[in-house]
């Protein structure tokens, strides 16, 4: 049979053509809009409140009451009395043939001079701390030591204790060892006079009172003068509850930077405030004499210009006198150095709006000396402390006052594609203001190399509270706007391109206007992403 | 909620790859004389309910999905919804000289045929969610629960005989499967809050695709019959039927992914410091993913092929009448796909010229409205059908070429 060929060929044409030309198409391609829950978010003061910044319950409107310690010390950071070992031996002079079984062959007090620099105590409570002893026995026959320390007194009893060491040699005496607690020991530390009696005017002296007895169970033993009967005594870890006497004068000074951190995001602009007083308040919980001065307050926008708070105050001595009273019934004497507008350029001080301020204080112990004829006390809740404290309503003027603040662009490789991918990108932004502020914004995209690539400068202005309604349930005035902000193509295009993102915001009050800021306003937000894309298959 | 609709994507995709056919058949009882026959035929054919042909045509030719188009089609759109693609071409050949089983009227067939079938039942939220986003669903719901979707491409090449008389044919094909994809959302969700400040999207699913780069991904067994009988109508004409089922059978493959997804993802939104701190999806967008809890397990697959079942009653070439009626219905194995019934006219105008008219209502669509032609020549017959030609949801060329020798 004859297969007939011109249709198979003509069909192969036809088949071929058919399958290059579905080979050539273009690709799918239609568009879809995803909606992606972004920020919500209540930005407010209210993390202030209780920090002794704000004070909301007092007025509709806040007052700041800002209260900052500058210095608080207590009675450890007067003085420190370091470890100290004394000692007390006995070597006889000459040779005793035979000390029969107990027999007290040697009874002496000793004065020992403690170093404490810059202090002369006189006395002193101990809260803690402790005395380790060690006890060297030289002679054949075992013994007993009685250690006591004049002067150191717990519950009207002295400090004593009587330790038996065994027998040993001149070349190889006995060794015991023992520790005794100190804590509650009231320790006296005149010492004595000659005439035995206590010392008036003595200071930083320590005694101990050593006796030594052969055992009365043991022989009789000589004592030659190459013997040393030694007890060593290291008081160690002390600490002080109460000490009285003269503490020198110490100084206590320092320059102390503070910071602001809002205002490190201030660019430009300016505002106006009301008087604002500031007070430096000086409490002395010790009975000491002290002088305080502070000698600098300086702060530092960023432009950066530093103003300095000028005051007759600044650099001038301020006496604080001693507290009153003892134990249960101390009360602390109180200073208050206060910088207002009459005093000083306060207001332009604060108006400068400085991120980081600069205080430098000095306050001084006994600053008259030793002279003055009363000792100094000081008590286990005695504390001396500078405290900045400031109280005001909290009221400002806004002239294009604008803040800026960076976010990191850290966003994932694969968002960042398909946010490249995408055609459209919308923030939608629904705001309630009840700040009385309005506020504009601007967006800028920084690449790697720091340079401004591209910038949303259209965007929506967010309304001041003023011109919405009261709230009664809140006792709030709120303004709700809404605001979309555009992120077209071109700069969806360079995301991978952008490092990190500059948010400006621009703050306005009505001109002329010093306003208040009512108790626990918020600018409550809400955004999700509008993300238009064009979805293509090959 | 990206990936619900990339999975809708990618399987409508597939169903651009794929296929089925049908010219009204002829019955000749005559013996062939010339001993052998090679017929081609080849179909491409989808339906939709709702999905309008400008669509689909766009996923074929390509070019853009404007609003309209988009918006036309979701207006189609019921709460369930079916598509389906079926693609194939086949080759048959026939040897009418031998005589197996040493039986006269045994001749031999051998064929062979490359099928690609698609099918997706779907909820118009998930063709809305697809196509348009979900900005559509702001302080609503959508529900993908008990959309499923599947698609088969195969090879087979078969071995069988027929009866020279009746035209009856029986044949057994091995199988060669080139890929597979399968899935359903027993569960599915996503939900939006009226302020668009949380999402929660939950999945509970399973899904099957073939793994491997080899071009057999599994082979199996399926057998063809066409099985022609007859019906006495009166002393001399006879009505004739063929009951035909194609690629009943099963194939194993080796290796599958199968994935199982259980879980409830949520995004909420975030805090300033969220953001600042980079702690949220738009740093770790894999954290929103992995708490669907994708699980995936390799292992082998049976998979019932999509066979076809079709009862007809055919047209009589021999018969005197110009007019001649067809009917017949149609199955698939395949849930997607609702029995067909269709029937039509066949016109003889010329001994060497038909055409005729039919009408259909089932399958991936519902109405639809055909026409064919087919020239016969001593050696050569060339047939051209659509099955669909004026719907506005799917559309359908039949090609059929014999020749004789």
Known sequence: ?538 | MMKVACYFVVMLISLTSLSQSMLPLIQDTSINSMGHEISISGVGDYQSTSVGKDITRAFIYGGFIDEGMKSNSSSRHDEINRFGIDLNAEVEYKNHNINLFKDSLKGLVIKGGIYNFSSIIYSKDLFDMAFFGNEMFTGDTAYFTGSQFTNLSFQKIGVGWLNKKSKSSFSLNFIGVNNYLNGIFNEGYLYQSQNVDSLELLIFGEGERSKGSSYFKGFGMAFDMDYRFKMKKNENDFIHFQLLLRNLGVAYLNNTDHYLANGVSTIQSYELNDLINSESIFNNPDDFLNSISDTIITKGSLVILPAMFQFTKLIDNHSVHKFQGFFGFRGYLNNAYVPMLFGGLDYKAAKWFRMGIQGSYGGFSQLRYGMYASVHFPHFDLGLASENLFNKTGESIIIKLSCAF
């Open chain 1, 1 to 538: 049979m004859k297969v007939v060929t011109p249709f198979l060929k003509i069909f192969t044409v036809l088949i071929f053509l058919g399958v290059v030309s579905s080979c050539k198409k273009d690709s799918t391609r239609w568009e879809t809009e995803w909606v992606v829950p972004f920020v919500t978010d209540t930005l407010s003061l209210y993390n202030l409140h209780n920090d002794s910044t704000l004070d909301n319950f007092s007025s509709s409107n806040y007052l700041v009451d800002l209260e900052r310690e500058l210095l608080d010390v207590s009675l450890s950071d007067f003085f420190f009395i370091p470890d100290t070992t004394i000692s007390q031996s006995f070597s006889p002079t000459i040779g005793i043939g035979s000390v029969p079984p107990g027999f007290t062959f040697y009874n002496e007090v000793e004065a020992h001079e403690l170093s404490i620099s810059d202090a002369q105590l006189k006395k002193i409570i101990v809260s803690e701390g402790e005395i380790d002893l060690t006890i060297y026995n030289p002679i054949a026959t075992s013994a007993y030591y009685t250690i006591q320390m004049p002067g150191v007194i717990k519950d009207g009893a002295t400090l004593e204790h009587t330790f038996f060491i065994n027998a040993g040699s001149t070349n190889d005496p006995a060794v015991a060892n023992e520790q005794i607690s100190l804590d509650g020991y009231t320790i006296d530390l005149r010492g004595e006079d000659i005439s035995g009696s206590v010392n008036i005017s003595g200071f930083n002296t320590l005694q101990t009172a050593l006796s030594i007895m052969s055992d009365p169970d043991g022989q009789a033993v000589g004592i030659s003068t190459s013997d040393i009967f030694e007890v060593e005594a290291k008081i160690q870890n002390l600490s002080i509850a109460y000490a009285q006497g003269y503490f020198g004068e110490q100084v206590f000074s320092d320059t102390s930077f503070f910071e602001i951190p809002a205002l490190h995001q201030v660019v430009s602009g300016n505002i106006d405030l009301d008087e604002v007083p500031v007070n430096i308040e000086i409490s002395n919980g010790t009975k000491i004499p002290f002088s305080a001065n502070i000698t600098v307050l300086e702060n530092t926008n960023y432009i950066p210009e530093t103003v300095s708070l000028s005051s007759s105050l600044i650099g001038s001595q301020q006496l604080i006198s001693p507290a009153t009273g003892s134990w249960s019934t101390l009360a602390p004497s109180n200073q208050l150095i206060a910088f207002n507008n009459a005093n000083s350029n306060m207001t332009n001080y604060l108006e400068n709006l400085g991120h980081t301020h600069k205080l430098g204080f000095e306050v001084r112990m006994n600053p008259f000396g030793n002279n003055t004829g009363s000792y100094n006390e000081i008590f286990p809740n005695s504390r001396l402390k500078l405290k900045l404290k400031s109280e005001f309503p909290l009221s400002i003027q806004s002239n294009g006052l604008t803040i800026s603040d960076t976010i990191a662009a850290n966003f994932s490789a694969q968002i960042v594609d398909e946010l490249i991918a995408a055609n459209e990108v919308v923030l939608d932004v629904s705001v309630v203001n009840a700040f009385p502020i309005s506020g504009s914004f601007k967006v800028e995209f920084i690449d790697f190399n720091g340079q401004v690539i591209h910038e949303i400068s259209n965007i929506g202005n967010i309304q001041s509270s003023l011109l919405g309604v009261m709230d009664t349930q809140e006792n709030l005035m709120k303004m709700a706007s809404s605001i979309e902000v555009l992120v077209g193509s071109e700069i969806l295009s360079d995301l991978d391109l952008v490092n990190r993102l500059v948010l400006k915001a621009e703050l306005n009050t009505d001109s002329g206007v010093i306003q208040s800021i009512p108790s626990n306003a918020y600018l409550f937000f809400k955004s999700f992403l509008k993300v238009k894309t064009m979805n293509s298959t090959p």
